[in-house]
C-alpha cells in the first residue's frame, strides 16, 4: 500500500512560507513601519508646533503696573521651515525673542492672570480694555487686531487687612488674594499671526484709580501653527489613533512591495528550475 504524501507536503510547504512572511513582517517590516511613519509626521507637524511663552520672556513697556495699565511686547525670530529643530522659550525669567518657523500662519491663545488694587475706596468691579497689536515687516506703524472689553474684580484698600505693628501684611492676606483676587483671562485664538509679523504687543488698561499687577510667571501665551482646514489639524487632534493607521499604512505598503518582489524571485527561481530539468 503506498502513501500519497505529496499533497500535505505541499501544504507544508505553503504554510512554511506563510510563517516566514509573518515573521519578516513582525520582526522587521512592522518596526520599520512604524519608525518610517515617526518620522514622517515629526517632518510634516515638528514636535515645536505649539511654543509656551511666559510673559517674563515678553518686553514690560511704560509704566508697567502703575496707572492701571500694563503693556508687554514679544519680538518674533523667524526660523527658515528647513530647520530641523527650533529652540524653545527658556524660562529664566529675561525678555527674549520667541522663536517661531518663517512662512507658516500661527495661533495664538493667551492666558493672563491679573490683580487689580483700587487706590481709593472704589467700585469692586471694573471694566477694562485689552489689546492685541502687531508689527509687520517693512511697516513700523502697529496695527491693532483684536481688542476686547473686560470685567474685572479689584480689591480695594479697605479690604486689606489692617497693618501689624511691624508694618508687615499678614501672611494670609497673600494667599487671599492668589486664590480669590487674582482674575484670569482666558483668549482662544484671538488672532493668527501671519508669516510676516515681527512683533507682538498686548495692553491691558483700565480707568481710574487702579494698579494692576500682571503674575508674569504664571501668565503666558501660547503659539501654534495653524493646520484649519487642513488634513494636518486632524493628525494633531487625533495624535494616537493617526499613528496607528499611518503605520498600518506604511506596513501595507512596504509588505505590498516585499510580497512582490518575493513572488517574482520566487516564480523567477521556479521557471530556471523546470528549464535545468527540461
Not at 208 to 223: H, M, R
Request: with cysteine; hydrophobic share 45%.
Amino acid at each position: 500500500m503506498q502513501v500519497n504524501i505529496t499533497l500535505p507536503l505541499k501544504w507544508a510547504q505553503c504554510w512554511g512560507y506563510v510563517l516566514i512572511l509573518m515573521s519578516v513582517n513582525i520582526m522587521l517590516i512592522f518596526p520599520l513601519s512604524a519608525f518610517l511613519f515617526s518620522d514622517f509626521y515629526s517632518r510634516l507637524i515638528p514636535a515645536d508646533s505649539v511654543q509656551t511663552v511666559p510673559f517674563a520672556a515678553g518686553q514690560q513697556l511704560g509704566t508697567g503696573w502703575s496707572g492701571g495699565k500694563a503693556i508687554y511686547a514679544f519680538k518674533l525670530k523667524r526660523y527658515s521651515t528647513e530647520t530641523a529643530e527650533i529652540p524653545q522659550v527658556i524660562p529664566n525669567g529675561f525678555p527674549q525673542g520667541v522663536p517661531i518657523r518663517a512662512d507658516i500662519p500661527y495661533n495664538v491663545n493667551l492666558d493672563l492672570n491679573v490683580f487689580c488694587l483700587n487706590k481709593v475706596t472704589d467700585l469692586s468691579i471694573r471694566d477694562g480694555e485689552i489689546t492685541l497689536s502687531v508689527s509687520r515687516h517693512g511697516k513700523p506703524a502697529e496695527n491693532v487686531l483684536f481688542r476686547k472689553t473686560l470685567l474685572m474684580t479689584c480689591a480695594n484698600t479697605r479690604d486689606i487687612p489692617t497693618l501689624g505693628a511691624s508694618g508687615k501684611l499678614s501672611p494670609t492676606f497673600a494667599r487671599k488674594v492668589q486664590q480669590e483676587l487674582v482674575n484670569h483671562i482666558h483668549l482662544e485664538k484671538p488672532i493668527i499671526l501671519q508669516h510676516d509679523v515681527e512683533k507682538l504687543e498686548l495692553s491691558l488698561k483700565f480707568a481710574g484709580n487702579a494698579n494692576l499687577i500682571v503674575d508674569t510667571s504664571t501668565s503666558f501665551i501660547t503659539l501654534s501653527l495653524n493646520f484649519e482646514h487642513s488634513l494636518r489639524n486632524l493628525m494633531v487632534r487625533w495624535k494616537k489613533l493617526t499613528h496607528v493607521v499611518g503605520t498600518l499604512l506604511f506596513n501595507a505598503i512596504i509588505s505590498f512591495f516585499f510580497l512582490a518582489a518575493f513572488a517574482i524571485s520566487f516564480f523567477r527561481a521556479g521557471h530556471v528550475r523546470g528549464s535545468k530539468m527540461d
